[in-house]
């Protein structure tokens, strides 16, 4: 049973930075693609971060230069580091496992409980 486990939301004032972690189990995250979605409310989710099999990283332009997607073998733990939030980043942020085809990456169905940042101005 895969099972992931996302942790390090909060609150934070604007400008701040947060890490956020997902532990996996049941699944190894060097042997699949990973990624970061974020769902504020009354919005759809979104896809802000992926990270391929071999570290190649990807990233939604509203977070581009400010999020860092990044993998732990060792943990088998993929974070995101979040810097200089706004407001608008305020979400429950959720990691996936998933894969890429043809360049883009898919969600395979697993998800975390997700962990809520809220970026106060």
């Known amino acids: 049973q895969v099972q992931l486990v996302e942790s390090g939301g909060g609150l934070v004032q604007a400008g701040g930075s947060l890490k956020l972690s997902c532990a996996a189990s049941?699944?190894?995250?060097?042997?699949?693609?990973m990624g970061w979605y974020r769902q504020a409310p009354g919005k759809q989710r979104e896809l802000v971060a992926s990270?391929?099999?071999?570290?190649?990283?990807n990233y939604a332009d509203s977070v581009k230069g400010r999020f860092t997607i990044s993998r732990d073998n060792a943990k088998n733990t993929v974070y995101l580091q979040m810097s200089s939030l706004r407001p608008e980043d305020t979400a429950v942020y959720r990691c996936?496992?998933?894969?890429?085809?043809?360049?883009?990456?898919?969600?395979?169905?697993?998800w975390g409980q997700g962990t809520q940042v809220t970026v106060s101005s």
């Open positions: 990270i391929t099999s071999g570290g190649s990283t």
């Open positions: 049941g699944t190894s995250v060097s042997d699949h693609a």
């Open positions: 996936n496992r998933g894969y890429y085809s043809s360049g883009y990456y898919y969600s395979s169905g697993s």
